[in-house]
């Protein structure tokens, strides 16, 4: 557990005003006061002051750091553990959320086996074809919010369940925060890759955005996937962010589906 400053006082609440509680800066007036302590939260995951699994200080110490009620403090971690961003334990406390845990792995995972349960899942057996670094090219450059030539990490990878090739994917990440990451890395961990993200390069995704759509299969894509050619296939694209939506990973994905489907919950 981190331990707090000795100041009660968080040095990024101004003095409250008389009578009230305080606001966070640049904050507009309007904003509900469990929302900027949410924010507050959130500088805090992002400066890394807790890191993925580590438990976060109680709401009575959290009320007292960022001098609001426990109330407040509540609802603001209630919205958090929402976004998957913390996960209440019961009788132990508030953990930060990782990758690594077995109900998160899978979170960003929608294609799901047709004749089982989702927990039938199972790991996935991962080859890694190449990774390699090159320049940002425009398109790919912009949606990860750099520059045209910026370095950039390429990865592409099979996963295969049951010893079926499933998924294809090709991987962009920004050249900076993953510097150092190799081939040989990829391949010799087992755990999932947002996990090695999180413990080896300081980097959590947090929300993704993807695009659908029907697709058939090109050689590339057949060869690896064990199909014919022009055998339909399921394409998505991720958008992924890390805390403030910084983008941090686009993610190409061929899916076969002739033994699986794409599962989404709405509410």
């Not at 950039?152 to 962009?172: C, M, N, Q, Y």
């Not at 010799?188 to 947090?206: C, Q």
Request: hydrophobic share 40%; proline share 9%.
């Amino acid at each position: 557990m981190a331990t707090l400053p000795a100041s009660p006082v968080d040095p990024l609440l101004p003095e409250p005003p008389a009578g009230g509680e305080p606001s966070a800066p640049g904050t507009p007036a309007f904003s509900p006061l469990y929302q900027q302590i949410k924010t507050l939260i959130l500088r805090s995951l992002q400066a890394g002051e807790w890191k993925p699994g580590d438990m976060i200080p109680s709401e009575l110490e959290l009320a007292a750091r960022f001098r609001v009620s426990q109330g407040t403090v509540r609802k603001a971690i209630d919205e958090l553990a929402t976004d998957n961003l913390l996960v209440r334990r019961q009788g132990k406390g508030t953990f930060v959320a990782t990758h690594a845990e077995q109900h998160i792995q899978y979170r960003f995972l929608r294609v799901l086996p047709d004749a089982e349960s989702p927990d039938a899942q199972g790991p996935a057996e991962r080859r890694i074809i190449e990774c390699r670094r090159l320049r940002a090219p425009a398109e790919v450059a912009r949606q990860l919010a750099l520059r045209t030539g910026d370095p950039l990490l390429l990865v592409k990878r099979v996963l295969a369940f049951s010893g079926a090739p499933t998924i294809l994917e090709d991987i962009w990440l920004p050249g900076g925060p993953f510097k150092g990451l190799t081939q040989e890395t990829l391949a010799g961990d087992k755990g999932p890759m947002y996990a090695l993200f999180e413990a080896e390069f300081g980097v959590r995704m947090v929300r993704a955005v993807e695009r659908i759509k029907a697709v058939g299969a090109d050689a590339d894509a057949a060869t690896l996937l064990g199909v014919e050619i022009g055998h339909p296939l399921l394409s998505v694209e991720r958008l992924a962010y890390t805390y403030n939506d910084v983008p941090m990973e686009l993610r190409r994905g061929l899916y076969r589906t002739d033994t699986r489907h794409y599962h989404n919950e709405l509410s």
